[in-house]
């Protein structure tokens, strides 16, 4: 009897003294092949950096992290920070910031994963669905102040500034704004000669970035200088600078042929329906994006008419219903200022297409 219980309890003692041995092992272990899978990211991660390239600048093997951040920031939808990362992913972008604020960059990304989304096999319904969350998001990312100016020490040389002093807009261009004003070129009249407004006016300045966004700021001439033999003006610096906010929709310059039918309402209440005229008028459309276009013909037309545009892009025949908002009179025609009141959803990614290049290249 005593050697059935000794046998079972020389076994326990040999199983506890035994565990320790194979913990410490088990994390040897661990933490070597943890050592050796981040030695490895590490090395991958600056083998893909581009040369020159700071480490923590938002790029590198885990761009999704810091494109996460920054797709909140920008208040895109849950469909949209999807469609953003598809597209980063599709161009392999490993710096989502400096693409955002770069709009050549940006439009290089989506015009990807617009024909990518195109050569899909899912079926035209799925295809236009994808084409318009794509373009909705390039239009937040359009209209969005990310990577914008909080003050005017981060205005950058040559970038274009106009002047708001009482009625008059006088057009320059910033030198510097390193020192202790801003250093702008000293504006001049048609005729050459120097613009002075005097030392201590108030002013409002409107400037322009080179990635397609406009400020504003309060501001005063503080002096006038010369820099380089260059006679220049001195503003004073602001950190109350304001993003303004573009057109709703991105807006293109066009020569296109189109026709117009007068649509008028027949009936009322839960009767009423649209009539479409047979009669068609003629005319160029002359800009249009998604919200509207501008409309040049020889036609009267009243404000407040409700149109329906026909006109050809590609190989398509898009149509729209239009509610004339304006017209002024130029060279003995009318132009027309329209307002879209119905658009498919194919006819609208046509458009944003035609608008944001993504087709004619």
Same mark, same amino acid.
């Given at each position: 009897?005593k050697?059935l219980?000794l046998f079972?309890?020389q076994?326990v ?6 565990a320790?041995s194979?913990s410490?092992?088990?994390t040897v ?10 030695g490895?990211?590490i090395v ?7 040369p020159g ?5 938002g ?10 951040k ?10 949209q ?10 161009d392999?972008?490993t ?23 195109e ?8 295809i236009q !669905? =994808?084409h $318009? ?5 390039? #239009?937040?990312?359009e209209?969005?102040?990310? /990577? ?18 009482g009625?008059e807009?006088?057009n320059?261009?910033v ?13 001049k ?5 120097q613009i ?9 300045v409107?400037?322009f ?10 501001s005063?001439?503080t ?10 003006m001195?503003l004073?610096?602001s950190?109350?600078?304001?993003f303004?906010?573009?057109?709703r929709?991105? !807006? =293109?310059? $066009?020569?296109?042929a189109?026709?117009? #039918?007068?649509v008028?309402?027949e009936g009322? /209440?839960?009767?009423?329906r649209?009539?479409?005229?047979k009669?068609k008028l ?6 249009i994006s ?13 404000v407040?008419?409700?149109f ?12 729209a ?28 990614n046509q ?8 087709i004619n290249?």
């Amino acid at each position: 009897m005593k050697n059935l219980f000794l046998f079972p309890l020389q076994s326990v003692t040999d199983f506890s003294m035994a565990a320790p041995s194979i913990s410490v092992r088990q994390t040897v272990i661990f933490l070597s092949v943890a050592a050796v899978v981040i030695g490895t990211i590490i090395v991958l991660n600056n083998m893909k950096k581009p040369p020159g390239k700071k480490s923590g600048s938002g790029g590198g093997i885990f761009p999704g992290f810091a494109l996460l951040k920054i797709s909140r920031n920008l208040g895109l939808n849950h469909e949209q920070r999807k469609m953003l990362d598809f597209v980063f992913k599709s161009d392999a972008v490993t710096d989502p910031e400096k693409s955002i604020i770069t709009p050549s960059l940006l439009d290089r990304h989506f015009r990807r994963g617009y024909r990518i989304i195109e050569q899909s096999k899912t079926g035209d319904a799925e295809i236009q !669905r =994808k084409h $318009a969350i794509l373009f909705s998001t390039r #239009n937040v990312l359009e209209n969005s102040s990310f /990577g914008g100016l909080t003050n005017t020490r981060q205005v950058k040389d040559d970038t274009s500034i106009v002047i708001n002093t009482g009625k008059e807009k006088i057009n320059t261009i910033v030198i510097t704004s390193k020192s202790e004003n801003i250093v702008a070129e000293t504006p001049k009249t048609v005729l050459g000669s120097q613009i002075k407004i005097p030392k201590g006016t108030k002013i409002n300045v409107l400037l322009f970035t080179k990635n397609n966004k406009s400020f504003t700021f309060e501001s005063k001439v503080t002096g006038y200088s010369s820099m380089h033999g260059h006679p220049t003006m001195l503003l004073a610096h602001s950190n109350q600078i304001k993003f303004l906010a573009q057109r709703r929709f991105r !807006r =293109k310059h $066009a020569v296109i042929a189109c026709s117009l #039918n007068l649509v008028y309402v027949e009936g009322s /209440g839960k009767k009423q329906r649209l009539i479409v005229d047979k009669r068609k008028l003629s005319g160029n459309i002359v800009d249009i994006s998604v919200g509207g276009c501008s409309i040049k013909t020889t036609a009267p037309v009243q404000v407040g008419a409700r149109f329906k545009v026909e006109f050809t892009q590609g190989d398509n025949t898009l149509a729209a219903l239009g509610q004339v908002l304006r017209t002024n009179k130029v060279s003995g025609t009318t132009v027309i200022h329209m307002k879209f009141l119905r658009v498919t959803q194919k006819t609208m990614n046509q458009i944003n297409a035609f608008v944001y290049e993504y087709i004619n290249d």
